[in-house]
């Protein structure tokens, strides 16, 4: 079974926490809480919600038998492994209340469970 990526762009939603936050420049922490998730970023478009799935079924293929699952008895052992490669925060400077992101970089979170799951991420912003 092929494990279904899910990759959401939640670039507004940290931009806007950083704008209310009272604080000019600092750092902002995502962090997606649950061990089959990840934050990264990227250039959201349609390639490349096609190209990271695909490239991640290479790198770790969903179809192997994962030590993972003999130890639970479930069939997520892709998405950890996943997740453990992409890390599961990422930390972005901002200045005058912006994001400092590229052009084409935004924000997101993706699922890597074998099943569509609800991810909590946290948002913590430092500075001043």
Not at 32 to 43: L, R
Not at 45 to 55: F, H, T, V
Not at 61 to 75: F, L, M, V
């Amino acid at each position: 079974m092929d494990a279904d990526v899910g990759i959401g762009d939640i670039t507004a939603e940290v931009a806007k926490a950083v704008a209310e936050s009272g604080l000019r420049n600092g750092t902002v922490t995502v962090f997606s809480v649950g061990s089959t998730a990840a934050v990264s970023t990227t250039e959201y478009e349609p390639g490349l919600l096609k190209d990271i799935p695909r490239a991640l079924e290479a790198i770790a293929p969903s179809d192997i038998d994962y030590e993972h699952h003999k130890t639970w008895g479930d069939d997520n052992g892709s998405g950890h492994v996943r997740a453990t490669l992409i890390g599961p925060s990422l930390v972005v400077p901002f200045v005058d209340r912006k994001l400092t992101l590229g052009t084409w970089q935004q924000i997101v979170v993706m699922n890597l469970d074998t099943s569509p799951r609800d991810r909590e991420v946290v948002i913590q912003i430092m500075g001043e």
